[in-house]
């Protein structure tokens, strides 16, 4: 069965730091990538998302991702993050289903 | 304004009793999907419809019910067998049938179980 891993349970950053959120899934035919983001007291949102082509890929707010076939992996990454990036951010992988990852709460202190 | 309607917001039960959360979504989407979220464990998938009167076991189904009469409507039950019922449960539904992984979320039901 197909799983995603988050290592990352919970960052703790300050203002204007970089962000890598490590995510890793277990699947080896074609899957589609997401990141998720759930900020406090809101709905779940999609943050990017890949089905193919460039495996780099940009999402809102100034985060992006890359997908690295070779080792199963979705990175997370932001240069510089603000306070307003405080959230749960939720890796998912999907082939017939949407596979979570169990969540890095990211709180940014100002 | 298209979206997706969970309801109740908040619902206490007491134990042995059932419970059914509503969601219903105004995208005209094919597939709806109830997760579960507990702390430390992410979204788990309970079940989900991929076309009007059908649909399918999540990774943990047991002690859960849904029905797919209506294209809008995706009710969840969470019955007296489901051990640990407590939790944050949400609703979301994609465009296509088939799907891409697109899922547009509610803004979830938290059930207490007294």
């Known amino acids: 069965a197909q799983s995603v891993s988050q290592h990352n349970h919970h960052v703790i950053l300050s203002e204007a730091a970089s962000l890598e959120l490590g995510c890793n899934y277990s699947y080896g035919g074609t899957v589609n990538l997401f990141w998720y983001v759930q900020y406090p007291g809101q709905h779940l949102q999609l943050l990017l998302k890949y089905f193919s082509g460039d495996p780099l890929v940009k999402g809102i707010k100034g985060f992006e991702a890359e997908f690295i076939k070779s080792k199963f992996s979705f990175n997370l990454r932001k240069p510089s993050v603000q306070w307003s990036d405080t959230a749960e951010y939720f890796c998912?992988?999907?082939?017939?289903?949407?596979?979570f990852g169990t969540g890095t709460r990211l709180q940014v202190f100002p | 304004d298209g979206g997706i309607t969970q309801s109740p917001k908040y619902l206490f039960r007491k134990e042995g009793q059932n419970v059914t959360l509503s969601c219903e979504q105004n995208l005209n989407h094919d597939a709806m999907y109830w997760y579960r979220q507990d702390p430390g464990q992410g979204l788990r998938l309970i079940y989900y419809s991929q076309i009007v009167n059908d649909f399918q076991k999540g990774d943990i189904a047991e002690g859960y019910s849904v029905s797919r009469e209506k294209k809008e409507s995706f009710p969840l039950t969470v019955t007296s067998a489901q051990k640990n019922p407590t939790a944050f449960y949400l609703c979301a539904s994609s465009s296509s049938h088939g799907g891409t992984g697109e899922l547009f979320f509610g803004e979830g039901s938290r059930l207490t179980v007294l």
């Open positions: 998912a992988v999907y082939n017939d289903k949407l596979i």
